[in-house]
């Protein structure tokens, strides 16, 4: 029995490697080469990309929630960061889809936060301590970062988008 699973995957192969061959041979002189296009990576539409960056915010949000030993206060600050985000990534999204600050707040919702704060929750309690200032300081950042963005939102500050972009590039990615 195990011989003749043997002799069909062979027999497989083989029928397969020619036909692969047969059909990806080079084209004859009468013919041309087709040139197809590299596809390019599907891009996500926009409601998608906003439905992945609530969808990690509201995963970040569980999951401080379900950490006992997790800070109240560093909880607040944190949920005061998405409410902003979720206030600001839309409009920006709609209103200033290709400006360098709606990818860095995307970026931020959909992958710093989170990451920032997983980093921090998976530490022992004692490396927690020993962090608890450094956590801290970039949730401010972060905090300040989304306060400011909202307010340019909310006022329209568009020659404020490019400052902005640059500081959290500089800050934030990685």
């Known amino acids: 029995m195990g011989m003749t699973v043997v002799i069909i995957l062979v027999i497989a192969g083989a029928a397969g490697f020619y036909f692969m061959k047969k059909t990806s041979g080079r084209p004859s002189k009468s013919q041309k080469p087709e040139s197809r296009p590299a596809k390019a990576p599907e891009r996500q539409s926009p409601e998608e990309e906003y439905t992945d960056i609530m969808g990690m915010l509201l995963k970040l949000n569980i999951m401080m929630r379900t950490d006992p030993s997790f800070s109240t206060e560093r909880q607040k ?66 905090q300040e970062v989304s306060n400011r963005s909202r307010d340019i939102v909310e006022k329209n500050e568009t020659a404020e988008f490019k400052t902005m972009a640059s500081f959290l590039a500089g800050k934030f990615s990685s």
């Open 77 to 142: 600050d944190i949920e005061n960061i998405i409410d902003d985000l979720t206030a600001v990534i839309p409009p920006m999204m709609e209103r200033y889809p290709g400006e360098t600050l709606t990818y860095e707040l995307k970026k931020i919702g959909n992958a710093h936060l989170y990451k920032t704060v997983k980093e921090y929750l998976d530490l022992s309690e004692d490396s927690r301590n020993s962090q608890a200032g450094v956590f801290r300081q970039t949730i401010d950042s972060l």
